[in-house]
């Protein structure tokens, strides 16, 4: 497929009307809900507008619990220099990126990664959203990238820039236009390109599910409910926090009022009554339908609220179970982020076939990920000694959570280990 100006044209107003209708879970994530400007405002009434920032909880959680620790890569044909590649060259960086790359997901429902050639030669690879990114896929079953958009402005410099990433080269452009960032029609002014090593587009898609709809889509009414209700109990009650003191069959001067203030005495005529005038509010009625409007937010999002009672001896099995309807929707999430550094190091494995002339196969490569759990150590021991006869060391030494390098970790294994051979028989020698 040529790429010519108008099909930049039309992908870029894609990008601006994309990025209007995601900018919302973007607010949402930032703690600026719908309650600020739809909160409906009483004059001469207290109008607090409370804001509890599911979002950003929810988000965070599940991000940590999939990428908390490293992810692991074993080579399945025991291509231990493709390992140690991987380690030198993105062990610095890439742990870090693939928890923006993820969260970035969550919160639009998809997130770009693009992959260069950083100032001092190295590979390297940052995250972009869909505020500012946009792939044009060819509609194929394979779905082929058939070019990259990244709109972008420099510090202190008040003009946009857009960079057209294609199969071979990069494409500048300068955006002119008379409307601001999100212009519909902008007019393009062309700065010049140079050439990329990679062979493909290297603006690579990560999407958060299959529908590359945002994480709380759904439940963003739930959310918008529960920051009313609890804004509207709190004001209740703030209107009310002054008591009225009631004087039945007695006149009393502003004097007298005073006098009794001071003193604390109250002196009426035998019929007279005194009492306080408070308004009463159904406290278990609206404690109900919080909780149940909360445990509604916790269902929909297949989050555990680890604020209830627990337990302090649940052990990590029982909290697995607990963790069963997250574990699911997070394993969903894991293939697709699996995917996405699978083309990360197709690149890669580009990268290193030109600057140093090795070449290795990305789909050698296992991507393993462990879940950011406490971990019963014990347990886990006792099953990798009754798997020694069956499974790899090196696979075995996925399984603990310490180990970021099991490669490496198994080389340094066999290497003390082989020490401890020499060393016995100098010992026997002597």
């Not at 409370?50 to 959680?61: E, G, T």
């Not at 990259?148 to 494409?171: A, S």
């Amino acid at each position: 497929m040529q790429i010519t100006e108008p099909i930049i044209l039309e992908c870029l107003n894609e990008l601006n009307q994309d990025a209007l209708t995601k900018q919302k879970y973007f607010d949402y994530y930032n703690g600026n809900h719908a309650i600020l400007k739809d909160y409906a405002m009483q004059e001469s009434r207290s109008n607090r507008k409370l804001i509890f920032n599911f979002p950003r909880k929810f988000v965070d959680n599940e991000v940590g619990y999939l990428l908390g620790k490293p992810v692991n890569y074993v080579s399945k044909s025991e291509q231990d220099t493709a390992i140690h590649n991987i380690d030198v060259h993105m062990s610095h960086w890439d742990k870090e990126h693939n928890l923006q790359l993820r969260k970035q997901s969550e919160i639009f429902g998809e997130s770009y990664e693009l992959n260069y050639i950083d100032s001092d030669g190295q590979f390297s690879a940052t995250v972009l959203s869909p505020l500012n990114a946009y792939v044009l896929e060819d509609g194929t079953a394979e779905r082929n990238v058939l070019l990259g958009l990244h709109k972008f402005t420099r510090r202190f410099d008040e003009q946009v820039y857009l960079d057209v990433y294609t199969d071979n080269e990069i494409l500048h452009y300068e955006m002119i236009s008379s409307d601001n960032y999100n212009s519909k029609s902008p007019e393009l002014k062309y700065l010049g390109k140079h050439n990329h090593i990679f062979g493909r587009v290297p603006l690579i898609s990560c999407p958060a599910n299959t529908e590359k709809k945002s994480g709380f889509q759904d439940v963003i009414s739930l959310f918008d409910a529960y920051n009313a209700l609890n804004s509207d109990l709190v004001n209740e009650i703030a209107d009310h926090r002054n008591a009225y003191l009631v004087i039945e069959n007695a006149k009393l001067e502003a004097e007298d009022l005073l006098n009794m203030k001071k003193m604390g005495i109250i002196q009426v005529p035998a019929n007279g009554k005194v009492s306080w005038l408070t308004k009463e509010i159904n406290d278990s009625f609206v404690k109900n339908e919080l909780d149940n409007i909360e445990r509604k937010i916790f269902d929909m999002m297949d989050q555990v609220n680890f604020n209830e009672n627990w337990a302090s001896n649940t052990s990590s099995l029982a909290l697995r179970n607990k963790l069963l309807n997250l574990e699911n929707r997070v394993a969903m999430r894991e293939a697709l982020m699996e995917k996405a550094i699978k083309q990360r190091l197709r690149n890669f494995f580009t990268f290193l076939h030109i600057k140093e002339g090795v070449q290795y196969d990305f789909r050698d490569i296992a991507v393993k990920f462990t879940r950011n759990l406490p971990t019963d150590l014990v347990g886990m021991a006792d099953v990798i000694v009754k798997l020694q006869q069956v499974v790899s060391q090196e696979t075995l030494l996925t399984l603990l959570p310490f180990v970021e390098n099991p490669k490496l970790e198994l080389n340094k294994f066999c290497a003390e280990q082989q020490r401890i051979i020499e060393t016995n028989r100098l010992n026997v020698t002597l």
